[in-house]
């Protein structure tokens, strides 16, 4: 048997498969190790930006041991030529992970494309972090957007049934998961092309027993608009973060339908006031992206405006970057110096929204998931809206739950020491 290790680039989605990675290796007789301990390593990639591709690319050509390469890039692109003399497995053919790291080690080059897992919720898992309970929803979407490439890889929405994402999550708490982040490509998409949808799957997930608390993962503004008012009093449920990922892109009409992200700004503000109404201390998150090649300074207003009028507290900026083989990768692209200074200019907004929102809740009281080990020897929790809250060392431990009052705030936090 072997000492693998896995590495993993990209979102919540793709830790999850590493989990599943890491389950099937285990269950197959190999051993996780560190990376100077492995024989063989196995990277789970991400498409999504060119940075981390950038630096899967660096470690092929510079590897020292036999690599695995999973994930969105071989999928997206398999015909790569950095690709060409390693081992791939598709983001649909997890359960192969062990024949795959098998075969390479015997010398023998393996293209696992075209398969797709049984079951992806049965896969067996190593969990990261204890205390965390990662469930797929579905592979691919329902978009076309122009920019993205992750399409190409993960393909249309193929939503899992409800009863194996419950059964899923029934097992994850039964073995002590104090937090389940339910996780997709696009969770507002779930359930579409199988007569359901997200807030149906959510109320049956509410009803599972236990004092977990539940993340739903990021969701298109398009998918919510005809399900907003059920979706909504969802939060009213304790064990629900009140927190929504939702990535508006622009705050430009004219910029959304160029991206062809099938909503307007007007709707996606809808949606946000519809969710603060409901639940006032609500956390809304979205992604920016900064100098699309049709952005002009007016539409970069409407951004800032935007995030501005809404008072969104957490703001993910992206300088734009062509993706091969995206329909925006062929428009003619913006100066850099005017994408650079536009994004410093919307940090700077952002930062600002961001302080007057958490110094609203110094004093105030709050429950406080631990999740992690913080930096110099702090430790890092979520209130129940998923605020970042920094304790002290002897608060707790991770999947402990503490009661703090934050006495500063930050641009990306509040701390309570």
């Not at 398999?78 to 060409?84: E, G, R, T």
């Not at 809250?389 to 990306?412: C, D, M, Q, Y």
Request: charged share 25%; with cysteine; net charge positive.
């Amino acid at each position: 048997m072997a000492n693998v290790h896995v590495r993993t680039y990209g979102c919540t989605l793709n830790r999850s498969d590493s989990e599943a990675i890491a389950g099937v290796l285990t269950k197959s007789g190999h051993h996780l190790v560190a990376e100077e301990e492995a024989d063989i390593i196995v990277i789970n990639s991400c498409t999504v930006k060119s940075g981390p591709e950038q630096r899967l690319f660096h470690q092929i050509r510079n590897a020292k041991k036999p690599i695995v390469v999973a994930g969105c890039v071989p999928q997206a692109d398999p015909h790569n030529p950095h690709l060409k003399d390693v081992s791939v497995i598709g983001p649909k053919a997890l359960s192969r992970a062990a024949y795959a790291v098998e075969q390479t080690l015997l010398g023998v080059k393996v293209t696992i494309l075209d398969e797709e897992d049984e079951d992806r919720n049965a896969l067996p898992v190593i969990r990261q972090a204890a205390h965390v309970g990662i469930v797929p929803l579905s592979a691919g979407c329902l978009g076309n957007c122009t920019y993205c490439k992750t399409k190409h890889a993960r393909g249309r929405l193929q939503s899992y049934p409800q009863e194996r994402i419950e059964q899923q999550c029934r097992r994850l708490i039964n073995d002590g998961a104090q937090e389940l982040w339910l996780t997709s490509q696009d969770a507002a998409a779930y359930g579409l092309d199988i007569g359901t949808d997200i807030t149906s799957l959510l109320e049956r997930l509410l009803r599972l027993p236990g004092d977990h608390r539940v993340r739903l993962g990021m969701a298109n503004p398009r998918f919510l608009l005809p399900q907003l008012e059920r979706f909504a009093r969802l939060f009213r449920d304790e064990r629900l973060f009140r927190f929504v990922h939702l990535p508006v892109q622009s705050g430009s009409d004219k910029v959304l339908e160029d991206m062809r992200r099938g909503y307007t700004a007007e709707q996606f503000a809808r949606i946000a006031i519809t969710l603060k109404r409901a639940v006032p201390d609500i956390t809304i998150a979205t992604d920016i992206i900064v100098g699309y090649p049709t952005e002009t300074e007016e539409d970069f207003q409407s951004t800032a405006r935007l995030i501005e009028e809404l008072e969104l507290p957490v703001v993910n900026v992206s300088k734009f970057y062509p993706r091969p083989g995206t329909l925006a990768a062929a428009l003619p692209l913006l100066p850099t110096r005017k994408v650079k200074e536009r994004s410093t200019r919307l940090k700077r907004v952002c930062e600002a929204v961001a302080r007057r929102r958490n110094e609203s809740f110094i004093g105030k009281e709050l429950s406080v998931l631990i999740d992690e080990q913080g930096k110099q020897g702090t430790l890092i929790g979520r209130a129940d809206n998923y605020l970042q809250v920094i304790l002290p060392r002897g608060a707790g431990k991770p999947g402990e739950r503490v009661t703090v009052t934050p006495s500063a705030a930050g641009t990306f936090d509040v701390r309570a020491f």
